[in-house]
């Protein structure tokens, strides 16, 4: 062949190649409204909006976007869903050759979540498995262990690099991510990530970056207008029905799954004049932190804090580690499906408000300031989960709160393993549930969702606004307002330095009651600096709590619905003919199961929010009317000074 010939040839091809190989833009379809933070860096989109994908490695479940208008800034991954990049308008090169088998094997059956019931009635986006978010866990243990154990509380130091601290070998404490990283908020402050050292990188585990595995992402399958809850209930996405349907949720509202529960394991729901609720302990307890220290393994190589616990029925301190919390909130998560499990504070603490400041904490970890403020965030998650009938009765709690290290690693795996075996996890759960035998009225539990749906929805908009004034409000309080006083004040003291050229005896009380009265400004302005740690504070910090309790509850919510729609499409094919009444009597039966325990959750979520919010409100005014009577007292004292002036 001619060598012009041969480079004409190469040149195409190569022009082939070059236009095969020109990446395109990834684009993506916003699946829910999201109200981006400006100040965070993130980007607001729509329901619908495409935007342009710039970066997907931002990590923590973050994506960098940028839509129409030129706008860029950060989204949350599962808020939105990978669109298909275009067909080339030209043909593909053809593929490698392989062997005739691996061609024809056929497709395996089951999977397809898109041929389900569940999309019969207008719920097709239950069925669909969202994107995980960056795994942080390593699950590879054998005989179905979380390698992501236990090391004895870790408080002592250990001698060998096996036992008790095997299960939980990872980088330092501070540096690992939690569990609850999926049901974190969007809006929340995200803080810088700890800085990793070369030694620290190549003792983990994984082969992704910074040494942790790669995450497992699955691709969604969305039909066009989908609905995705007809209640239109707070924004988030539904990977815990998703875990629901795969444990067995399904399958126990058909009725292909059954057990025989001990009277030990099941969990009462009675009848009350609000509805159905859980049963109350007849004896309730507390669970103190306290004594933080600082703890080291490997000789030293590692450090982390250790935090004593102290239940009030057995008063047996036990020591617990950051990460024994992480693995406690899976598993109450993996548990308890219609509870929605509160977040724990994030591992790199972030403080907005509250006598601890975001520069408070910057010096580092195991900084006191830093320990004891991640102390007082554990402490309230602990206080939420000792005051819930359920969780604090469960056996997985009483195990994190009892087990001491002198009854040994084999006590502590033993019951380790028994909590991620636990039989009635996901839809099993409600195996557990003994509910009245009364039925529930399909039309009038539809209602109370959705009146209850639309009181979240209703709270969580309340819960930013709130939250935004009382920031502004703080912020106001330590700089303008205090300023201003000062301000008020500081005049007041160069009006008596003037009149203090007058030396008259006359004079003298005038000009040192006006003395008087800049003082009383200033200290005023030191009131108003110091007035948040009194009232607004605490205040912001049930709104911030209840902030992070809504965000958990789209996912108990989506469930419910997904279970009321079973059992209608159940009910229309009985219609059809095409399914025995008995059957569906059963499966109805076995929705108000999943009815009774949403239902006494949201009793439950009820009557701790009028008792706080009580109590909220109580401190508030008490905080505000000794604050201005005080105020009132001072500038009555200065007005004494006047009487002899």
């Known amino acids: 062949m001619p060598a012009v ?14 236009m095969l190989t020109v990446p395109q833009a990834i684009q993506a379809r916003g699946l829910y409204d999201f109200n981006g933070d400006l100040d965070n860096g993130e980007l607001t989109f729509s329901t619908g909006e495409t935007l342009t994908i710039v970066t997907q490695d931002i990590g923590e479940g973050w994506w960098e976007a940028r839509n129409e208008a030129g706008q860029q800034g950060l989204i949350p991954e599962s808020y939105v869903q990978l669109l298909e990049p275009p067909e080339p308008s030209f043909p593909p090169p053809p593929p490698p050759s392989a062997p005739v088998s691996d061609w024809n094997t056929p497709q395996t059956e089951g999977g397809d979540w898109n041929n389900d019931a569940w999309n019969s009635h207008g719920t097709e986006s239950w069925d669909q498995e969202p994107p995980h978010a960056p795994d942080y866990t390593n699950h590879n243990s054998a005989g179905g262990v979380n390698n992501q154990g236990f090391r004895g509380g870790g408080v002592q130091q250990q001698a060998s690099e096996e036992g008790w601290d095997d299960d939980w070998d990872d980088e330092n404490e501070d540096n690992s991510s939690n569990s609850t990283t999926n049901t974190s908020q969007p809006n929340e402050i995200k803080p810088d990530a700890p800085e990793t050292t070369a030694t620290d990188k190549d003792q983990l585990p994984g082969s ?7 995450p497992k992402r699955e691709k969604k399958q969305m039909t066009q207008n989908s609905d995705f809850s007809k209640y239109g209930t707070v924004k988030k996405s539904f990977n815990r029905f998703s875990t629901f ?11 292909t799954v059954s057990a025989n529960v001990s009277e030990s394991d099941l969990i009462k729901i009675i009848d009350t004049q609000d509805g159905p609720a859980w049963n109350y302990p007849s004896q309730p307890y507390t669970c103190a932190i306290k004594s933080p220290k600082k703890e080291s393994k490997l000789k030293g190589l590692k450090s982390y804090i250790a935090y004593q616990l102290t239940p009030s029925f057995s008063n047996i301190q036990v020591s617990r580690r950051y990460k024994h919390f992480d693995w406690l909130h899976e598993r109450l998560e993996a548990k308890f499906t219609c509870i929605p499990i509160p977040p724990l504070p994030d591992k790199a603490l972030s403080v907005s408000f ?3 400041s975001t520069q408070g904490v910057k010096g580092g970890r195991y900084e006191d300031d830093f320990v004891s403020e991640r102390m007082r965030q554990l402490q309230l998650w602990v206080d939420r989960m000792v005051r819930h009938p359920v969780i604090s009765q469960s056996e997985v709690f009483n195990h ?10 084999a006590k502590w795996k033993a019951g380790k393993r028994k909590a991620e075996k636990d039989e009635y996890q996901g839809g099993k759960f409600f195996l557990t549930l003994q509910t009245p035998p009364t039925s529930l009225d399909m039309r009038d539990v539809e209602k109370r969702m959705e009146i209850f749906c639309r009181f979240v929805k209703g709270m969580d908009d309340n819960m930013r606004n709130m939250l935004q004034i009382g920031h502004d409000s703080r912020k106001k309080h330590t700089g303008p307002y205090k300023r201003e006083f000062q301000k008020i004040g500081g005049s007041f003291k160069q009006l008596a330095e003037t009149f203090n050229l007058d030396s008259a005896a006359h004079s003298q009380n005038l000009t040192a009651a006006i003395d008087y009265t800049g003082d009383t400004y200033n200290e005023i ?24 309790m809504l965000s958990t509850y789209p996912d108990v919510l989506k469930l419910h619905e997904g279970a009321i729609g079973k059992a209608k ?19 109805i039966q076995r929705a108000d199961v999943i009815s009774f325990g949403t239902l006494a959750e949201m009793n439950h ?12 409100m109580q401190k508030f005014l008490h905080g505000q009317i000794k604050f201005y009577r005080d105020i009132t007292q001072k500038l009555e004292s200065a007005l004494q000074k006047y009487e002899n002036a």
């Open 354 to 356: 509250g006598s601890l």
């Open 605 to 616: 979520f009820q009557r701790e929010r009028v008792a706080d919010y009580k109590e909220m």
């Open 5 to 18: 010939q041969i480079l004409h040839d190469c040149c195409n091809s190569l022009s082939v190649v070059t």
């Open 569 to 587: 499409e159940c009910e229309r094919l009985k219609d059809e003919g095409r399914m025995p009444e008995s059957d569906v009597a059963a499966v």
């Open 245 to 255: 349907a795969k444990t067995g949720g399904d399958a126990f509202l058909m009725g």
């Open 400 to 409: 994190f709160l009892t087990c001491t290290d002198e009854k040994g690693l």
């Open 525 to 548: 302005g030191d009131m108003y600096e110091k007035q948040p740690r009194e009232d607004l504070d605490y205040m912001l910090e049930v709104l911030f709590e209840y902030k992070g």
């Open 208 to 214: 992704g970056n910074f040494g942790l595995s790669a």
